[in-house]
């Protein structure tokens, strides 16, 4: 089979595709040929040129890779009249729904938006209803705002401030926190990753009236680096993948440490989920230029993520959500408290889901 990659592999996000890719040709195997176009996160028309070199000039017989939600428009009809399969890796900042259901298209991503929904849903049952909102523009700024909203008006939360800018000068950051202290929350929600997470936490550690305010956090920011230092506040974050390891997870880290001499990536693991599709493709007799998602129907996979089974109306992923809680003074990090079960309701509200955002707003959905 000859497979057509998109991957970042440069700019700010280099071990994002080069993750991906050393995993689904690791577990996917050698024999097959991969033909990888870096795509930098890119637009939809630069998406769009990219897989028509893929399947127009390559002739791959599958495409894997990194596509937003918002470049579906530009990529779908391309997919459709070439009945070329794609296996998007990274819709999770947006709800996937039916409107956007194709033969051809399966999505295998890390579910940001409904993690941070389901998040809400805990936090306005388990915690209280006012909150105020700090997020990063280009990390989380899009699914943070929505997916809160949407939670609010189901929940009957309250949202007291938002704070959102592209770079959070410490300056910035203490104003912001100044105003969320004169707030009656009951809770901050937090979307920043990485370095503006530590910057932001080491911030909050001394604002000594959020002290004993509880964080909820989109879920890639709890990780070990980032929490341990600072926060006596208690924080809480919604995964989609589980707390304990399994096989396939002692595989995949056996796989990273010794051969690429690093940590087990969340794109490693999106790699070896993609694997598994194609495999299960393989052994039902799939060929170029088929249907695909007919043949995923019965499809379950064991991943570090727990136990996947595919959806037909959506053409992804079924799971539950696992609420983390870290206990500094008790020298716990990320402490699996809770499984959210999804119920009919919230996948309802989820699938009418429609964006009304105009302005600067536009540039960023369109990635």
């Known amino acids: 089979m000859k497979v057509g990659i998109l991957s970042p592999n440069s700019g700010f996000y280099p071990y994002i595709g080069i993750d991906l890719f050393q995993s689904v040709k690791h577990f996917l195997g050698t024999d097959h040929q991969y033909i990888v176009k870096d795509t930098h996160l890119a637009t939809p028309k630069d998406n769009q040129q990219v897989l028509k070199e893929l399947i127009l000039f390559e002739n791959v017989d599958m495409v894997v890779g990194f596509v937003g939600y918002k470049s579906l428009t530009a990529i779908k009809p391309l997919i459709q009249q070439t009945k070329t399969p794609i296996i998007i890796c990274n819709s999770g900042d947006h709800p996937l ?33 006012h909150y105020s909102r700090l ?93 341990q230092p600072n926060v006596d506040n208690p924080i809480y974050s919604v995964k989609t993948w589980r707390d304990d390891d399994n096989i396939t997870h002692e595989q995949l880290n056996t796989f990273f440490k010794t051969q690429l001499r690093r940590d087990l990536s969340l794109s490693g693991i999106l790699g070896y989920e993609v694997a598994m599709i194609i495999k299960h493709c393989i052994v039902k007799g799939w060929s ?31 799971y539950h959500y696992y609420l983390f809680e870290l206990k500094k003074s008790e020298g716990i990090i990320n402490k699996q408290i809770d499984t959210i079960v999804p119920d009919d309701s919230d996948w309802e509200i989820l699938n009418n889901f429609k964006e009304e955002m105009s302005g600067w707003q536009n540039t960023y959905l369109c990635n």
């Open 97 to 129: 729904l039916k409107a956007d259901v194709s033969p051809y298209i399966v999505h295998c991503s890390l579910d940001m938006f409904n993690s941070i929904y389901f998040a809400c849903k805990w936090a306005f049952k388990n915690i209280g209803e």
């Open 288 to 318: 170029s230029h088929n249907e695909i998602t007919p043949l995923l129907s019965d499809l379950e996979i064991e991943s570090p993520r727990g136990d996947l089974q595919f959806n037909n109306e959506l053409n992804n992923f079924n």
């Open 135 to 227: 997020s990063s523009f280009f990390e989380a700024g899009f699914p943070l705002t929505m997916a809160t909203e949407i939670a609010a008006k189901q929940y009957s939360g309250k949202v007291n401030i938002t704070e959102t800018s592209h770079r959070n000068k410490t300056d910035q950051l203490e104003e912001c926190i100044a105003n969320v202290q004169k707030e009656n929350n009951d809770f901050v929600f937090m979307g920043y990753h990485g370095f503006e997470a530590i910057e932001v936490l080491q911030n909050l550690a001394n604002a000594k009236a959020l002290k004993d305010i509880p964080l909820v956090c989109s879920p890639f920011l709890t990780q070990p680096e980032v929490i």
